[in-house]
């Protein structure tokens, strides 16, 4: 596996974005994002502020992805399709 690319990273969306509070106090925020291919990456990020903006956000979530997360490959996915014609629902004998 490689590390995610500008382009792979800018089609991330972001699908988690929380604030962790310690007794009522700022701790960092939990980042969670989905990549083009429908695989899903969270973390905990301290380097951003409480009251960063959604540039930032984005900036800090991108420079992330590319410097510490593996992208994984395209999941299989896995399909069936019936067989009537070959039988289904008759006796076998």
Same mark, same amino acid.
């Not at 509070?21 to 291919?37: E, F, L, Q």
């Not at 996915?77 to 006796?91: A, I, N, P, Q, W």
């Given at each position: =596996?490689?590390?995610?690319?500008? @382009?792979? !990273? ?7 974005? @929380?604030?962790? =509070?310690? #007794?009522?106090?700022? $701790? ?19 380097? &951003? ?11 800090? &979530? $991108? !420079?992330?992805?590319? !410097?510490?997360? #593996?992208?994984? %490959? ?6 069936? %399709?019936? =067989? @009537?014609?070959?039988?289904?629902? @008759?006796?076998?004998?």
């Amino acid at each position: =596996m490689a590390l995610f690319t500008q @382009e792979q !990273a800018d089609a991330c969306t972001i699908v988690r974005l @929380e604030k962790h =509070m310690k #007794d009522g106090v700022y $701790s960092s925020m939990i980042i969670g994002v989905t990549d083009a291919d429908g695989n899903y990456y969270d973390w905990s990020d301290d380097s &951003i502020s409480e009251d960063a903006t959604k540039d930032t956000i984005k900036t800090d &979530i $991108s !420079a992330y992805l590319k !410097a510490n997360i #593996d992208k994984r %490959e395209k999941p299989i996915v896995d399909t069936y %399709e019936s =067989m @009537e014609d070959k039988g289904l629902g @008759e006796t076998v004998g």
